[in-house]
């Protein structure tokens, strides 16, 4: 199993000459398994790189799982080269919602006045999916989802194929001010998404500092991200979701950071950067 990092960035897209190491576009982690299935997780704004490579070699049926629908998690959609081809099919799997279904929320972004082309003018056939209550498979990987704490619906994924297992939990406040070494696992959101998997793709949007100032926002600080990753015993933390404030002078600073609070077994805490390619 592959995993690809197309947009890490958090909230907004940040492109200069600040963010040009760790990236500056918006969630988008791309899976690929050894048998050919591909995995998108998210549409940000990374997404649109990851269509014109996907545009040139064929028109393979696409698995699109999004966490939620904050524009910065699908404001590439719009971009993304395939769903221009009317030989594509597109599978979009989402959170539910009591109020207006999957495609129906999507539709307000994919239309006037947000964006010039409607969801249904578009060529591509698209298949929406609410995420299942159990597991469930696409070709030969199976994912799990959950709700998780973010504003709005929600929810983390797991995946397992290969002999390997990933969390992507980009958006995530595992306890809202309190710190977790106070809790037992089952106050602990997200939690049995990510145990004991091989690899944590984890929100880390903020200093101790300014989390203080953002609590209940749905994201984490970073000694929050590590406890959270040292608790559920991963084999591998990556954190995500860099603020679009953070230069990546202040990114290398996370970096040692991270490094001096990890107590956790295994490989120390890695920064997402876009281009980043993990092997499991």
Do not use: K
């Not at 190491?21 to 649109?48: K, M, P, Q």
């Not at 159990?134 to 504003?151: M, N």
């Not at 106050?187 to 953002?214: C, N």
Request: net charge negative; charged share 20%; glycine share 10%.
């Amino acid at each position: 199993m592959l995993v690809r990092i197309w947009g890490c960035r958090g909230s907004l897209a940040t492109p200069g000459r600040e963010t040009l190491r760790y990236g500056g576009n918006t969630s988008c982690v791309e899976i690929e398994c050894d048998d050919g299935t591909r995995i998108i997780l998210d549409a940000g704004t990374g997404i649109r790189a990851l269509g014109r490579r996907l545009a040139a070699n064929g028109s393979a049926p696409i698995h699109l799982c999004l966490t939620h629908l904050h524009l910065d998690h699908i404001e590439g959609i719009g971009f993304f080269a395939p769903i221009f081809d009317a030989n594509t099919e597109v599978h979009v799997w989402g959170p539910r919602s009591s109020v207006r279904s999957l495609d129906e929320r999507l539709a307000r972004y994919l239309s006037a006045p947000l964006f010039p082309v409607e969801l249904g003018d578009l060529p591509a056939t698209f298949v929406f999916h609410d995420v299942e209550d159990e597991p469930w498979e696409i070709g030969g990987a199976r994912l799990d989802a959950s709700p998780v704490s973010h504003p709005g619906a929600t929810v983390g994924y797991r995946i397992e194929a290969d002999g390997g297992t990933v969390a992507y939990l980009p958006d995530h406040e595992p306890a809202v001010g309190v710190d977790l070494d106070r809790l037992t696992s089952d106050w602990i959101s997200g939690f049995a998404l990510a145990e004991g998997v091989d690899l944590l793709i984890h929100d880390a949007q903020y200093t101790d500092a300014e989390y203080a100032r953002h609590v209940g926002w749905g994201h984490s600080s970073l000694s929050q991200a590590i406890s959270f990753g040292s608790m559920t015993t991963v084999g591998r933390l990556l954190l995500f979701h860099h603020d679009p404030l953070h230069s990546d002078e202040d990114l290398d600073a996370f970096q040692a950071r991270a490094h001096e609070l990890w107590q956790g077994d295994g490989n120390p805490p890695e920064l997402a950067f876009e281009g980043m390619e993990l092997r499991l």
